[in-house]
């Protein structure tokens, strides 16, 4: 069966547009498939090989039904839905090799939400109004490329011609490239990691590579973290070693870079080993100095501008214990092996000795009271090192890997 590329959006107002970008596709020599989410029509002006009420009926409704109904953002929500299970469909049986839309909000919103069940590496590319400021709700934790439109989505024009004709270009290359899979046989073990923690996380990666481990690192920035949940469930590791835990200290002190209250999940669903470390959880998130909420100014909380963009505000002995006991609940309904290790000399290299956030009295409360409620038969282990030393990534390896040999 020959794959093609499948081109998704609302033929009815944007049909001469989508014109250009189906002639351009096809001047590459690969052949394209056509799918409409307008709810309104259809276009003539090139064959449509799956049209939207079929789309439609793959979220349980109909055409006829939606315009009845007449609501734009119930309907909005049933293409989004349908196109997503038609475009699983689609690349669950092997009939295409990359996806592309275009669009304004509504636009991008379905073709979005199409691509983000599709696995990373496979090619998705998006056109689009919104490619500029926060576009996580459209990506999500998928490598969705969003294509900078410059001008609205509103006719063929110098500027417009030239975009989607490039963007065809891109997609075709994505479409056409072949990945070399390098120790493909190797097991993979995935990592959480951040500025504070990265020399812990180098390390340990370094020693699982000697042992014949393929390591996947994860930047806990919110994002990083839900990839890492999401991937996790999808079955790609055979061991989580959550080094940096850090998106609960912005999840219950209130940062920008929270993972949601589903993080530390993924593992412990899978049945899995899963090492926690309580890794960069003496910092809260915000951008710069400004951003900081004034209440939290006001009140005296220790804030750290790490750089101009990031500023860091230490977590205090209330927000330590509430993360300690969503630790031990998380370990707690985990299927498979779950440990703690805590370094009894930071979390962090601010919290190292001497340095801004160093307070190591908060950082015992949190590891006391991950203790006092875990249930029988986890293990909390601690060692007197800061994170980032040698000996505490020589010790995480050596406990993840004895949960592995046991499992």
């Known amino acids: 069966m020959k794959q093609k590329i499948l081109m998704l959006g609302t033929f009815d107002t944007k049909g001469r547009e989508f014109s250009l970008l189906y002639d351009e596709v096809l001047k590459h020599g690969i052949e394209v498939m056509t799918m409409n989410t307008g709810v309104m ?44 299970k038609v475009v699983d469909q689609l690349y669950a049986q092997g009939k295409i090799c990359a996806v592309i839309g275009m669009g304004g909000g509504g636009g991008t919103s379905i073709a979005t939400t199409a691509m983000r069940n599709l696995p990373v590496g496979f090619p998705k590319v998006c056109i689009t109004t919104l490619a500029s400021g926060d576009t996580s709700e459209y990506v999500g934790t998928k490598d969705i490329v969003l294509f900078p439109s410059v001008v609205d989505i509103c006719g063929v024009n110098q500027f417009s011609r030239k975009i989607i004709t490039r963007a065809a270009g891109a997609v075709c290359g994505m479409a056409a490239s072949r990945i070399t899979e390098n120790n493909a046989d190797r097991q993979i073990i995935f990592i959480s990691m951040f500025g504070n923690s990265t020399q812990c996380v180098e390390q340990c990666a370094r020693l699982l590579d000697e042992q014949g481990y393929d390591t996947m690192i994860f930047h806990a920035t919110g994002t990083g973290g839900r990839a890492m949940e999401e991937l996790t469930e999808e079955g790609y590791p055979v061991a ?28 412990g669903k899978m049945g899995i080993p899963h090492l926690i470390v309580p890794g960069c959880v003496d910092m809260v998130n915000f951008r710069g100095m400004a951003s900081v909420p004034s209440v939290l100014k006001e009140s005296g909380r220790q804030l750290y501008e790490w750089n101009p963009m990031v500023t860091l505000m230490r977590t205090n002995l209330e ?87 046991q499992k």
């Open 319 to 405: 927000e330590n214990i509430k993360m300690g006991k969503i630790f031990a609940e998380k370990a707690n309904a985990a299927k498979g092996p779950v440990k703690f290790l805590f370094p009894l000399r930071g979390v962090s290299i601010l919290d190292g000795e001497g340095q801004p956030f160093c307070d190591w009295e908060v950082d015992k409360a949190l590891y006391q009271t991950v203790k006092d409620n875990l249930k029988k038969g986890i293990e909390a282990v601690e060692i007197d090192a800061n994170i980032n030393d040698l000996e505490f990534s020589q010790k995480s390896v050596e406990i993840l890997l004895q949960m592995l040999n």
């Open 240 to 267: 989580v070693l959550d080094i940096t835990t850090t998106e609960w200290a912005d999840e219950v002190g209130g940062g920008v870079l929270s993972a949601g209250t589903a993080r530390l999940d993924a593992p």
């Open 41 to 84: 029509g259809t276009t003539q002006i090139f064959p449509v090989d799956i049209e939207a009420d079929k789309v439609a009926a793959a979220a349980g409704s109909s055409i006829a039904a939606l315009r009845e109904k007449a609501d734009r953002g119930y309907a909005m929500r049933i293409m989004c839905t349908g196109a997503q």
